[in-house]
């Protein structure tokens, strides 16, 4: 008689799947709960115990480690001395291991559980028998995933067979699953023991989607999910209507929610190709999108927009007069979502941020490596502002000094904006010197640089940028400080009459 080994944790589904064993003559062997479950539903069942001839022990930390277990999912049946050793010691096969693990991911999902009671969720016995039965594939069916009960039901039913090339998919979708159950073990107790550059590190990913392509047609992609997803991802939005999500959709959308963080007040973020496009802040969302509209009427086009606030009627009448790929907000209301209906295809995405933190690890891969660090969480404070210069800013352009520099901290380094009344005016990105992006910020400003402030990623290595930003009219600069040339541009500053703040924290974003 063939034997089929059921332990799982999560009990859906399990029931109809005893069942269908117990139809095509499979003997059923269990565990705890499950044993328990399975005989209230009038499944025969075997205890794993009357197997072991060993009582289960230490509050069932104890009880499938045992060789008349571990015999039955590794023995070769193809190989006469492991069949003989079998018979000997009257060890059983098990041909069918349906096994899935204590909660351990969820259970620390609750930011109150003590160690003790994540501890607890480490399975043991789980990943034992999986990982024997998976690697015993040519002879053992081993199933992992609830999703794949209907498979084995369908195959019980029909008498069918397992091909050796489906017990392989399903022993790789096995070891998958261990492996991401230990990373996430390891991750957590490697925070709690407060563990900085640990001599290896792990991941754990889940697959949200797969993509059409990658950042370009030729290549292949996917979006996975963080483990235990964080409030407030771009993973647990909900799409209300439009296209499939692309992968620059999805970077660009991660961009957008980075810089909204920063902002409590009513405020829309405009990004294109990962860089902000346009901000501006409100009274109202309507307010604040047209301040960001405004702000680059033109590279909007075909961007992501961001919203920290319900999107009402007034708003989504602004936004369907453009093309856009995105609107992304924490609620809409039915009649903003009837407006927007009317552009079917832009993307709608409700995503509730009250929760989302600038938090975690910044993972960046490069050719046969990763490179890991903390997120740029670091928030600015008045004891950090140091004001350098003869002329003080007025309280006008503290107010619009302090949006930009929320700003500058998310746009590619070289990084310049100017800002003034509560929005963008322009955005200087990505250059390989810090005077050619305030060039490009001003010349985007135009007349409106008159007036504004001005904001750098990082210090001045020389006065030049002082100098473009005095002959556009720019009124206050903010910017880390800290070259040994700082007092070049201290001095031009007083000259032409510019206040200057220092922050002593940089923002480089490459």
Same mark, same amino acid.
């Not at 950042?215 to 992609?221: M, R, Y």
């Not at 997803?229 to 961009?255: H, Y």
């Given at each position: 008689?063939?034997?089929?080994?059921?332990?799982?944790?999560?009990?859906?589904?399990?029931?109809?799947?005893?069942?269908?064993? @117990?139809?095509?003559? @499979?003997?059923? +062997?269990?565990? &705890?709960?499950?044993?328990?479950?399975?005989?209230?539903?009038?499944?025969?069942?075997?205890?794993?115990?009357? +197997?072991?001839?060993?009582?289960?022990?230490?509050?069932?930390?104890?009880?499938?480690?045992?060789?008349?277990?571990?015999?039955?999912?590794?023995?070769?049946?193809?190989?006469?001395?492991?069949?003989?050793?079998?018979?000997?010691?009257?060890?059983?096969?098990?041909?069918?291991?349906?096994?899935?693990?204590?909660?351990?991911?969820?259970?620390?999902? #609750?930011?109150?559980?003590?160690?003790?009671?994540?501890?607890?969720?480490?399975?043991?016995? &789980?990943?034992?028998?999986?990982?024997?039965?998976?690697?015993?594939?040519?002879?053992?069916?081993?199933? +992992?995933?609830?999703?794949?009960?209907?498979?084995?039901?369908?195959?019980?039913?029909?008498?069918?067979?397992?091909?050796?090339?489906?017990?392989?998919?399903?022993?790789?979708?096995?070891?998958?699953?261990?492996?991401?159950?230990?990373?996430?073990?390891?991750?957590?107790?490697?925070?709690?023991?407060?563990?900085?550059?640990?001599?290896?590190?792990?991941?754990?990913?889940?697959?949200?989607?797969?993509?059409?392509?990658?950042?370009?047609?030729?290549?292949?992609?996917?979006?996975?999910?963080?483990?235990?997803?964080?409030?407030?991802?771009?993973?647990?939005?909900?799409?209300?209507?439009?296209?499939?999500?692309?992968?620059? #959709?999805?970077?660009?959308?991660?961009?957008?929610?980075?810089?909204?963080?920063?902002?409590?007040?009513?405020?829309?973020?405009?990004?294109?190709?990962?860089?902000?496009?346009?901000?501006?802040?409100?009274?109202?969302?309507?307010?604040?999108?047209?301040?960001?509209?405004?702000?680059?009427?033109?590279?909007?086009?075909?961007?992501?927009?961001?919203?920290?606030?319900? @999107?009402?009627?007034?708003?989504?009448?602004?936004?369907?007069?453009?093309?856009? !790929?995105?609107?992304?907000?924490?609620?809409?209301?039915?009649?903003?979502?009837?407006?927007?209906?009317?552009?079917?295809?832009?993307?709608?995405?409700?995503?509730?941020?009250?929760?989302?933190?600038?938090?975690?690890?910044?993972?960046?891969?490069?050719?046969?490596?990763?490179?890991?660090?903390?997120?740029?969480?670091?928030?600015?404070?008045?004891?950090?502002?140091?004001?350098?210069?003869?002329?003080?800013?007025? !309280? !006008?352009?503290?107010?619009?000094?302090?949006?930009?520099?929320?700003?500058?901290?998310?746009?590619?380094?070289?990084?310049?904006?100017?800002?003034?009344?509560?929005?963008?005016?322009?955005?200087?990105?990505?250059?390989?010197?810090?005077?050619?992006?305030?060039?490009?910020?001003?010349?985007?400003?135009?007349?409106?640089?008159? &007036?504004?402030?001005?904001?750098?990623?990082?210090?001045?290595?020389?006065?030049?940028?002082?100098?473009?930003?005095?002959?556009?009219?720019?009124?206050?600069?903010?910017?880390?400080?800290?070259?040994?040339?700082?007092?070049?541009?201290?001095?031009?500053? #007083?000259?032409?009459?510019?206040?200057? +703040?220092?922050?002593?924290?940089?923002?480089?974003?490459?």
């Amino acid at each position: 008689m063939s034997r089929a080994l059921i332990s799982v944790s999560d009990k859906e589904g399990i029931i109809p799947l005893a069942q269908a064993f @117990v139809a095509r003559g @499979v003997e059923v +062997v269990s565990t &705890g709960g499950t044993y328990r479950t399975l005989t209230a539903a009038g499944v025969p069942v075997t205890e794993v115990a009357e +197997v072991t001839a060993f009582p289960e022990m230490m509050d069932g930390r104890v009880k499938t480690l045992h060789p008349m277990i571990h015999g039955g999912l590794l023995a070769l049946r193809d190989e006469p001395s492991h069949m003989e050793a079998a018979r000997e010691h009257q060890i059983g096969m098990i041909d069918y291991v349906i096994v899935n693990l204590y909660p351990f991911a969820k259970t620390i999902e #609750n930011p109150n559980v003590h160690l003790a009671e994540a501890v607890e969720q480490i399975d043991i016995g &789980g990943p034992s028998m999986l990982r024997a039965a998976a690697k015993n594939y040519r002879f053992v069916v081993t199933v +992992v995933d609830p999703a794949d009960y209907g498979l084995l039901i369908e195959r019980l039913a029909t008498d069918a067979v397992f091909a050796e090339e489906e017990r392989f998919a399903l022993a790789a979708k096995v070891f998958r699953h261990t492996a991401a159950y230990d990373a996430r073990i390891a991750q957590y107790l490697t925070e709690k023991a407060g563990v900085s550059n640990p001599e290896s590190v792990t991941f754990s990913y889940e697959l949200q989607q797969p993509l059409r392509y990658g950042e370009n047609p030729h290549q292949q992609a996917a979006f996975y999910r963080a483990s235990g997803v964080l409030a407030g991802s771009l993973a647990s939005a909900k799409q209300r209507q439009g296209k499939e999500l692309s992968f620059n #959709n999805i970077q660009d959308a991660g961009a957008a929610l980075d810089l909204l963080t920063e902002f409590d007040q009513p405020t829309v973020v405009a990004v294109k190709h990962m860089n902000p496009c346009g901000v501006g802040t409100g009274v109202t969302a309507a307010e604040a999108f047209a301040r960001a509209y405004e702000a680059d009427p033109v590279s909007i086009f075909g961007g992501i927009v961001a919203c920290n606030r319900e @999107v009402d009627e007034a708003t989504a009448s602004q936004l369907v007069e453009l093309f856009l !790929e995105i609107v992304i907000a924490p609620t809409f209301t039915s009649g903003a979502l009837e407006i927007l209906a009317k552009k079917k295809n832009v993307r709608v995405l409700e995503l509730d941020m009250a929760e989302r933190k600038n938090e975690g690890v910044d993972l960046r891969a490069v050719y046969g490596g990763l490179l890991v660090q903390d997120r740029d969480a670091r928030a600015l404070t008045d004891a950090d502002l140091r004001v350098v210069t003869a002329r003080q800013p007025s !309280e !006008e352009e503290w107010a619009d000094l302090l949006f930009a520099w929320k700003i500058v901290k998310h746009v590619k380094s070289n990084a310049i904006v100017l800002a003034k009344d509560a929005q963008t005016v322009g955005v200087g990105a990505g250059q390989m010197n810090r005077v050619g992006a305030a060039r490009i910020a001003i010349e985007q400003a135009g007349e409106r640089a008159v &007036g504004a402030v001005l904001a750098s990623d990082a210090f001045f290595p020389m006065p030049d940028t002082v100098e473009v930003a005095a002959r556009a009219g720019v009124r206050a600069i903010i910017q880390p400080g800290g070259s040994i040339k700082d007092q070049a541009s201290i001095d031009l500053a #007083n000259e032409r009459g510019i206040a200057m +703040v220092f922050t002593g924290i940089r923002h480089f974003r490459h």
